[in-house]
C-alpha cells in the first residue's frame, strides 16, 4: 500500500483565480499522476509527472491551464489556473508502485 | 479516452447478498486492478490481478483476471452495510509507456440493512 496525503483536502475558489494542490507520499516513487473526477465520473488522467523532467499531458489537458511541480521523488504539485466553474471536481494523486497505483483521498474543488 | 465497460452502473441490494460486477475490453490488458471509492475520499485499491485466469480473494471479495485478458469481475460474498461506495475497475497494459491507468464509469453499491 502507500500513504498519500493532499492539501487542501477542499477548497472553493472565485472564478478566474487559481489553486494549488499538494501531494506528499510516504516514500521515493519516481511516477506521481494527477487525475480528475468530475461530479458523479469515473477517473480521467491529466499529466504524468516523473522527477527531473517536464510532465507529460494527457489530450485535452495543457500545461498552461495546470502547471505541474515535481521537485523531489516525494512531492508534487497541480495547479488548477484561470478556474472557471467546469473546473469544479475532486483532483487526485497518484503514484505507482510495482504493477499497482494507488490514489490519495482527493481535493474536492468548488468554482463559484 | 478509452474507457472499460463495466456493469451494472448500479446495484441495489439486501444485506447478505451476494453481488458481482464486471468489465470488459475490446483490448487486452497485463492487469486487472479494482478500486472501492466511499464518498469523499480517494480509490482504495482493494485487489490486483496479473495472469490471465487468475482467481484471487481479498476476505469476502473475489476477482478474476478473464482468460481472454479482455474482461475481469469482481464478487462480494454476503454484503454488509459497509461495503457501500462506487467500485471501479482498471486496466493497465505493460512495458515502455504503457502504466496508463483505463478505468471503467463505475458500479454504485447500495445496501440495504
Known amino acids: 500500500s502507500a500513504v498519500i496525503s493532499q492539501k487542501p483536502s477542499r477548497d472553493i475558489c472565485q472564478r478566474g483565480t487559481s489553486l494549488t494542490i499538494q501531494c506528499q507520499v510516504d516514500?521515493?516513487?519516481?511516477?506521481m499522476f494527477w487525475y480528475r473526477q468530475q461530479p458523479g465520473q469515473s477517473l480521467t488522467l491529466i499529466a504524468t509527472a516523473n522527477q527531473g523532467s517536464e510532465a507529460t499531458y494527457e489530450s485535452g489537458f495543457v500545461i498552461d491551464k495546470f502547471p505541474i511541480s515535481r521537485p523531489n521523488l516525494t512531492f508534487s504539485t497541480l495547479t488548477v489556473s484561470n478556474m472557471s466553474p467546469e473546473d469544479s471536481s475532486i483532483y487526485l494523486c497518484?503514484?505507482?508502485?510495482?504493477?499497482?497505483?494507488?490514489f490519495g483521498p482527493g481535493t474536492r474543488l468548488t468554482v463559484t | 479516452g478509452q474507457q472499460l465497460n463495466q456493469s451494472p452502473q448500479s446495484m441495489f441490494i439486501q444485506e447478505g447478498e451476494d453481488v458481482s460486477m464486471n468489465c470488459t475490453s475490446s483490448?487486452?490488458?497485463?492487469?486487472w486492478l479494482w478500486y472501492k471509492q466511499d464518498p469523499g475520499e480517494g480509490p482504495v485499491l482493494l485487489i490486483a490481478l496479473y495472469k490471465a485466469g487468475e482467481l484471487t480473494s481479498n476476505g469476502r471479495l473475489t476477482a478474476q483476471f478473464g482468460i481472454t485478458r479482455k474482461d475481469s469481475f469482481l464478487n462480494i460474498s454476503a454484503s454488509i452495510p459497509s461495503d457501500v461506495g462506487i467500485y471501479f475497475c482498471a486496466g493497465q497494459r505493460r512495458g515502455g509507456s504503457n502504466y496508463k491507468l483505463t478505468f471503467g464509469k463505475g458500479t454504485l453499491l447500495t445496501v440495504n440493512p
Open positions: 497518484s503514484l505507482k508502485r510495482g504493477d499497482e497505483q494507488y
Open positions: 483490448s487486452i490488458f497485463n492487469t
Open positions: 516514500s521515493q516513487v519516481t511516477m
